[in-house]
């Protein structure tokens, strides 16, 4: 963990950079590597096709984005890396938001260590002897 989700609407794919923004979502995310550790960080985008906005007049945009962790940070570190991330969307689609109707949007949702079955060998790659 963590996991960052990005749903996108398909009018914006040419504009979005989507890899640009999960380059820079993930230098957020390594720099908290005492927090989350680096070999757990994963990023994927959805391109949504199937989706109206508002009254459906203008050709409207959505990114939303979910940080998924696990369960034991403080309400404190949870409202840094949520405000850290937000930033970076905003910036990285500051140019488009500018040029069309886009709204953003980014929830952080924790979930208990019952229920979460994980197996990964890339953490020992990151292991600091």
Not at 7 to 22: C, G, P, Q, S, V
Not at 57 to 74: C, P
Not at 82 to 97: C, P, T, W, Y
């Amino acid at each position: 963990m963590p996991h960052f989700i990005v749903e996108y609407t398909a009018n914006i794919k040419n504009e979005a950079n989507i890899a640009k923004l999960f380059e820079e979502i993930h230098k957020v995310l390594i720099a908290r590597d005492t927090i989350f550790p680096i070999g757990g960080i994963r990023s994927r985008a959805i391109e949504v096709h199937d989706y109206r906005m508002a009254d459906g007049e203008e050709d409207d945009a959505f990114v939303h984005a979910v940080l998924k962790i696990g369960a034991g940070r403080s309400d404190e570190i949870k409202k840094d890396v949520g405000d850290a991330l937000f930033d970076v969307m905003k910036e990285h689609f500051s140019l488009l938001m500018s040029t069309r109707y886009l709204a953003l949007s980014m929830e952080l949702n924790e979930f208990s260590e019952a229920g979460s079955y994980k197996q990964n060998n890339i953490h020992s790659r990151f292991k600091k002897d």
